[in-house]
């Protein structure tokens, strides 16, 4: 989620199509198909900024379009400071500083804007821009992930009451719906009388309500978020806390800036949203607020469940049930299986006629790229199998396409299947040698069977290819050190942090250059300084912070500054106790101050847990 405001100046234009119905019946008319690309848990789509396609993050948590600062500097667009006192705000109300930058022309399918402004400098977002409110509000928005598609919609003579869920007509299938109550995501008593007159519409908050154990609470639609996830005031107000009976942790999720948010996942009685109804529900919940009173952001897992449109005409949402796993709880695939929904009322109403070719279902003509799109929904939520079958099928049609080639790869190594996996990525890098993704991606394979010349050639290759402040230069940085190229590790580590001061990920690039320099055994003081650093912007609770911990001992074990070096390991252990890494480092520093006994007992200890890690320690001169 990510929340932010400033005033666009944009010339529109767009290729709307009217539907030859009566002219009395609802009409809908698409206008736009944006193609998505799931990127993990991230829906993106192709934009076309000056003359150059990226891919954006489509975030409809965010109110304008954004890009970082080095997508920005790659464009060489001049930017100037935002309106004074505005900044972007995320999760765990962390805020960054934003610039504005005008765009002299934005392209995406069905829609060209003209002299339009963005806002730059949320280095955080990482490779992608976000694609906001102020494209999605354009018109109503159907999210489609399920089957790869965004699309934007006109509406004719449909009334307030009238469901527009169109795909729906004249079958079985449940709608449900809920109300949407536009709300400004921001405080505009200090914004000013005169700024507020020009806040348009669409740049209010989409806020509906849902109920969770029967407390109403307010909810986002947010396809930036990730995952979904409750507050933890919103839990407890519904009877859930972190103690609570089968509570277990959730891991770590990130919004704007640098603020690390600790979630948990909790059983619930019942969540329900419109007509829909899960009972016995595991939801993931954030130990964070979120901006504007919000209880529930509702994230890309659950778009992919359903079929989703978003009637900004009528301030309503529509939606039907996919099938599946509404909620993505995938780091703890242990914790039991997701539920799935029922309905306890369906739409009395019918809804109306489809436009021509509004939605893609009803279009006959195989195309590959629809294929491809669906293969990667399907493996955003994990059904590899499924995935792979229309990843081949996209193949069969586009052989040459080396997206494909990769998209495929990708699948076939989470599978298992590492062979196959080598062969696509060998052929969408002849196809497109200088790829920075599936460099990487072939990269990391060649670690994992051994090849590190290999590895080191793609790397090389990367490095080549990509932008100086490109976000893939940490991931760079961290193969090279597994490939044993400290040098290049650190040289990547160095452009990466420059360009990211604002980066969620600053701590792990603060931890990766302070470890890099502690295997060397160089800069020592200032491996110390980014340790340091990199722990007073972590919770203790965060699993990076042990690491961080273990890392800074061994920088003081080089230091010769025994004593705290204990301290730091000990530190680590308390909190992860069976750190193979931090016992062992401890055990030398006990016996370089001739604490036999416990010295010995921690090594002891570590070389039974991973009887090679007295042999990785030698390996940098590091020795008992």
Request: proline letters at 4%.
């Amino acid at each position: 989620m990510r929340l932010g405001l400033l005033f666009m100046a944009a010339g529109l234009s767009m290729g709307a199509t009217v539907t030859s119905a009566a002219p009395a019946k609802c009409q809908i008319a698409k206008f736009s198909e944006l193609p998505v690309s799931m990127i993990g848990s991230q829906p993106r789509t192709t934009v076309n900024l000056n003359g150059v396609d990226l891919q954006l993050v489509i975030d409809s948590g965010n109110v304008y379009t954004a890009i970082p600062q080095s997508i920005a500097d790659q464009l060489k667009l001049k930017y100037s400071p935002s309106y004074t006192g505005w900044y972007t705000v995320g999760i765990g109300n962390s805020r960054v500083d934003t610039q504005i930058a005008q765009i002299k022309t934005m392209s995406l399918p069905g829609i060209h804007l003209t002299d339009t402004d963005v806002t730059v400098g949320m280095s955080e977002i990482g490779a992608a821009g976000l694609l906001g409110q102020d494209i999605l509000h354009l018109g109503d928005v159907e999210y489609d992930l399920a089957q790869g598609a965004v699309r934007l919609f006109r509406t004719h003579d449909c009334s307030p009451q009238q469901p527009l869920a169109y795909w729906a007509n004249g079958s079985s299938t449940a709608v449900s719906d809920f109300e949407l109550h536009p709300e400004a995501p921001f405080n505009l008593s200090k914004i000013g009388s005169h700024f507020q007159q020009k806040i348009p519409d669409w740049a209010y908050s989409d806020v509906g309500v849902a109920e969770l154990n029967g407390q109403r609470m307010r909810i986002l639609i947010d396809t930036g978020a990730g995952v979904s996830f409750v507050t933890a005031a919103a839990a407890e107000r519904a009877g859930v806390r972190r103690d609570s009976p089968g509570v277990t942790d959730g891991g770590y999720t990130h919004g704007v800036g640098r603020a690390g948010i600790a979630t948990f996942i909790a059983r619930f009685d019942s969540f329900k949203i419109g007509q829909e109804e899960i009972h016995n529900a595991r939801l993931r919940v954030a130990v964070a607020d979120l901006p504007g009173s919000i209880d529930m952001l509702v994230g890309p897992d659950f778009l992919l469940s359903h079929r989703v449109y978003v009637a900004n005409s009528q301030h309503r949402v529509y939606f039907t049930y996919n099938g599946g796993p509404v909620f993505d709880l995938s780091t703890h695939p242990d914790s039991g299986a997701a539920a799935t929904a029922t309905f306890a009322a369906t739409s009395a109403a019918t809804p109306p006629a489809a436009a021509a070719a509004a939605g893609r279902d009803s279009d006959t003509t195989e195309d590959a790229g629809d294929h491809a799109r669906l293969g990667e929904a399907l493996a955003a939520r994990n059904q590899l199998d499924q995935a792979l079958t229309e990843l081949n099928r996209a193949c069969e049609l586009a052989p040459d396409n080396a997206e494909y080639l990769y998209q495929r790869g990708v699948v076939l190594r989470a599978q298992g299947q590492a062979d196959k996996s080598l062969a696509d990525f060998n052929k969408s890098i002849e196809l497109v040698p200088n790829d920075v993704r599936v460099r990487l991606a072939r990269a990391e394979l060649r670690l994992e069977t051994h090849d590190k010349m290999g590895a080191i050639e793609d790397l090389n290759a990367a490095d080549a290819a990509a932008a100086p402040q490109a976000n893939e230069r940490l991931q760079m940085a961290v193969y090279y050190e597994h490939a044993d190229r400290l040098d290049a590790a650190l040289g990547q580590t160095n452009r990466w942090i420059d360009s990211h001061r604002e980066d969620a990920t600053l701590p792990r690039a603060l931890e990766m250059r302070c470890w890099i320099q502690a295997l060397q055994g160089t800069d020592l003081p200032s491996a110390l300084h980014d340790c340091n650093q990199a722990m007073g912007l972590l919770d203790k609770a965060n699993p990076l912070y042990a690491k961080v911990a273990s890392v800074r001992g061994l920088v003081l074990l080089r230091m010769a500054n025994y004593d705290q070096s204990i301290a730091s390991y000990s530190l680590s252990l308390k909190l992860q106790p069976k750190d193979v890494m931090s016992l062992y480092g401890r055990g030398i520093d006990e016996l370089r101050l001739h604490k036999d006994d416990v010295g010995n007992a921690d090594i002891a200890q570590a070389t039974t847990l991973s009887p090679g890690v007295d042999k990785e320690f030698a390996r940098h001169d590091i020795r008992p």
